[in-house]
């Protein structure tokens, strides 16, 4: 593709295509291990895996930027002709997920004492959920590296590749999940071993392909893999990513807190409803997925035209999505709610609040499609900067809807969104002229 080309819906669809599909592929990993371990009778076991999980997934995404950076690095490299750099931003990529995973496997014991503790489940379920913890723990070097890979073949617009890994990975999960839970019968543990399993599986994949991909690339020189000023660079927007990546897990994490006060009924309201947001994530973060890389590579290029032209497009794209998305959950919501929970009391609550997750992808387009923009072009510190203040706005937004119960919760979580994507939009024109000053 000519960086500096006019950016088509096939171009956008050719990297949002595989990642909308990964993405769908991901729900699978949950019911399988949720079924499984359901299947073996005991409560304490399914509330164990379901709270280890939880923890982990947040936990892994707070380094999520390991993923967008390399994205980003990637397309930007590749659009300005810099094909040697390649090599590099995978090797560094893989330098930092390594260092973090082995700190986190390090740091085992004080983070499953305080991490677990702060879930406040019973004895049984903490229990249950700390045998599960301490053997996937030891996943996390290789699912760090996993985010590296995935992001370096997503940066090059490899997104057919990145798809074949992703879904590896899932179909191990699960596969290594039935076997050791239900064939072996190693229980929870079983759960947690097939993850590390399937995380094993598809480094050595992606690790392969990558081999294959740099095969003809001269010798990484060890001055060029830590030229200061690219370490520098890195570390700072990694840095930034990941402040803002913990504001998005507080706001979330705040909103399951406040709904869990509110009774058990309600909270499982919520959980169900969380479940639509889940679903319009999967298209939207999909569109997030082809902006980083295009608006990427028009960045390196120094192309303005090519990059507003993929913001535009994406964003119209995801507004098309919304709308069906919107429809399809009014249309189907009610029997939705029904197929995922059999209680009465939680199924009446549930339509209640349905109106809010209807309403949720249209105004979550621009949060997730100036997501993309700013970790495409590196905008990482205003991404940080815009991100906690949509967290105060939240909290802000909450106070003051506080008295009208859970309706101002989900009330919040919608103002939560519109700030993300409204902030981003506003400070968007600004950031384009300051990066392309010349309208190139």
């Known amino acids: 593709m000519n960086s500096t080309a006019k950016v088509t819906s096939a171009q956008v669809f050719a990297i949002a295509g595989p990642a909308m599909i990964a993405n769908l592929t991901t729900p699978l990993i949950g019911i399988v291990s949720t079924t499984a371990i359901g299947r073996l009778g005991d409560a304490t076991l399914l509330g164990g895996v379901a709270m280890a999980s939880v923890l982990f997934d947040c936990m ?19 659009g300005a002709g810099e094909t040697k750099e390649l090599h590099a931003i995978l090797v560094r990529g893989l330098i930092v997920a390594g260092i973090v995973g082995v700190a986190l496997i390090a740091l085992q014991v004080p983070l499953s004492a305080i991490l677990l503790g702060a879930m406040g489940g019973s004895e049984g379920v903490t229990s249950a959920a700390k045998t599960y913890f301490v053997i996937r723990i030891w996943s996390a070097p290789l699912a760090l590296a996993n985010y590296v890979v995935l992001g370096w073949l997503i940066g090059q617009a490899r997104a057919t590749l990145a798809l074949g890994v992703q879904i590896a990975i899932n179909v191990i999960n699960m596969i290594a999940t039935i076997l050791l839970v239900l064939v ?17 599986a598809g480094l050595a994949i992606g690790g392969m392909i990558a081999q294959r991909l740099t095969s003809g690339h001269p010798p990484l020189a060890r001055a060029h893999l830590f030229e200061r000023e690219k370490l520098v660079r890195m570390l700072a927007v990694n840095r930034d990513i990941m402040i803002r990546t913990a504001s998005l897990i507080a706001a979330f994490l705040f909103f399951t807190a ?5 009774g058990d009924v309600t909270l499982a309201a919520n959980a169900v409803l969380n479940n639509f947001l889940l679903i319009s994530a999967f298209f939207l973060d999909g569109l997030a997925n082809a902006v980083e890389q295009l608006c990427g590579r028009a960045y390196g290029a120094r192309s303005r035209h090519a990059f507003a032209g993929a913001v535009k497009l994406v964003v119209s794209w995801g507004f098309g999505f919304a709308v069906v998305v919107a429809a399809l959950f009014a249309l189907f919501g009610p029997a939705l709610i029904d197929m995922m929970t059999a209680s009465p009391e939680v199924r009446a609550i ?8 209807i ?3 249209i105004l979550a387009v621009f949060a997730f499609a100036f997501d993309g923009v700013y970790i495409g072009a590196t905008w990482a510190r205003d991404m940080r900067n815009l991100m906690v203040a949509s967290l105060v706005i939240f909290l802000g937004a909450w106070f003051a809807l506080r008295a009208f119960g859970n ?22 024109p600004a950031l384009l002229r300051k990066s392309f000053p010349d309208n190139g």
């Open 407 to 428: 309706y101002g919760l989900w009330g919040a979580l919608l103002v939560h969104y519109a700030a993300r994507g409204g902030l981003q939009a506003l400070r968007y």
């Open 184 to 200: 072996a019968d190693f229980g929870i543990a079983g759960a947690a071993i097939a993850a590390v399993v399937a995380e094993t």
């Open 60 to 78: 892994f995404w707070l380094f999520a930027f390991l993923r967008m950076s390399t994205v980003a690095f990637t397309a930007q490299s590749l």
């Open 350 to 357: 549930s339509r209640h609040f349905l109106i809010f997750v």
């Open 359 to 361: 309403v949720s992808p």
């Open 258 to 262: 406040q709904g869990a006060r509110a």
